[in-house]
């Protein structure tokens, strides 16, 4: 079946703009998970969606970064007047359910600020 | 909150041979511990998972171990092959609380045909 996609595969923007990641997270999965990997380094956990409610919006670096869910399937990233060390690879991950359970990631959208 | 550390951070193996990876956590809580490959340009792909209630889970070439009492957990690839050649991650998360996986900082597995 379907994994997880997202888009756009590549985003740059200039320092100081808006932008909206999308993440389309596999049919039926209620768990979602956004994660940010910058070059070179692991995985760092932002936001962490169970149907349309984020219990844990901890690892959200700044009040800059935002994200919603809506009908419990696509989630969107907001990150408003980028700044240069946004730029990394942002993950999107997804699950059947909250705990322990497999979390399958989609290709990331790799964004450059200039 | 929980840290896993993992080592090497580069390991560079001759076709056939074995390769092990090895991860470390902190947080006695945690009960799931799976195993990323992360190959160039892509999103990380799951190989391999272990639950806390079992200490060793097999599948083919690619074998995971746990040991809860020191709180470690190990990747164990035989037979290598030059498509095994990638970066891997270990993970670790609780059931209880933040439900995201803490990761490992990743090694970089290159297989010499």
């Known amino acids: 079946g379907a994994g997880v996609s997202q888009s756009p595969s590549n985003k740059v923007t200039e320092k100081g703009k808006d932008v909206e990641l999308r993440c389309d997270p596999i049919?039926?999965?209620?768990?979602l998970y956004w994660y940010r990997q910058s070059l070179g380094q692991g995985l760092e956990f932002l936001i962490y969606?169970?149907?349309?409610?984020?219990?844990?919006k901890s690892g959200l670096p700044s009040d800059r970064f935002s994200a919603e869910r809506t009908g419990g399937s696509v989630s969107t990233l907001t990150i408003q007047r980028t700044q240069q060390e946004d730029s990394a690879v942002y993950l999107c991950?997804?699950?059947?359910?909250?705990?322990?359970?497999?979390?399958?990631f989609g290709p990331g959208t790799r964004l450059t600020v200039t | 909150g929980e840290n896993v550390e993992q080592h090497p951070s580069t390991l560079s193996v001759q076709e056939g041979d074995s390769a092990v990876i090895k991860c470390t956590y902190s947080?006695?809580?945690?009960?799931?511990f799976p195993w990323y490959k992360q190959e160039l340009g892509k999103g990380p792909q799951l190989i391999i998972d272990?639950?806390?209630?079992?200490g060793e889970k097999k599948d083919q070439r690619i074998a995971v171990t746990l040991n809860k009492t020191a709180k470690h957990f190990s990747l164990h690839i035989t037979e290598t092959q030059p498509e095994d050649s990638a970066v891997y991650f270990c993970?670790?998360?609780?059931?209880?609380?933040?439900?995201?996986?803490?990761f490992g900082s990743g090694t970089r597995l290159q297989v010499q045909p």
């Open positions: 991950a997804s699950s059947f359910k909250s705990g322990p359970y497999e979390q399958y």
């Open positions: 049919s039926g999965h209620t768990a």
């Open positions: 969606f169970q149907g349309n409610s984020a219990p844990d």
């Open positions: 947080d006695s809580a945690s009960n799931y």
């Open positions: 272990i639950r806390s209630n079992v």
């Open positions: 993970a670790a998360t609780p059931d209880t609380g933040r439900r995201a996986l803490t």
